[in-house]
């Protein structure tokens, strides 16, 4: 089965910058839409990025847009999430998740899609 293990997160200063890393292994990456999404103390989650199989379609939460850089590698079997610029606001357990899609998609959709998920890395951004 499909796992996937999250990293790079900690503690950083506002405006400081982190870069999340999500390594799969049991399957390569070539045919799945990876999306980053993050839950804060006391609020839901919610979706914050997300990049298409081929990695030609790419999507940002408005809280983020401007920031934040998706990309992936599929040669490293690897997705990453650059977070500039950031916020106290952006503080939670940031959490890659991957579905697989044969066919190339927009990668918008909702979180019930996704059928496989990482543990977590949490982010802190406090002075």
């Known amino acids: 089965q499909l796992q996937l293990v999250e990293s790079g997160g900690g503690l950083v200063q506002p405006g400081g910058s982190l870069r999340l890393s999500c390594a799969a292994s049991?399957?390569?990456?070539?045919?799945?839409?990876i999306g980053w999404f993050r839950q804060a103390p006391g609020k839901e989650r919610e979706g914050v990025s997300c990049i298409s199989n081929s990695g030609s379609r790419t999507n940002y939460a408005n809280s983020v847009k401007g920031r934040f850089t998706i990309s992936r590698d599929n040669a490293k079997n690897t997705v990453y999430l650059q977070m500039n610029s950031l916020k106290p606001e952006d503080t939670a357990i940031y959490y890659c998740a991957a579905v697989w899609t044969p066919v190339q998609y927009t990668c918008v959709m909702p979180s019930s899609f996704y059928t496989s998920w990482g543990q977590g890395t949490q982010v802190t951004v406090s002075s």
């Open positions: 049991g399957f390569t990456l070539d045919y799945y839409t």
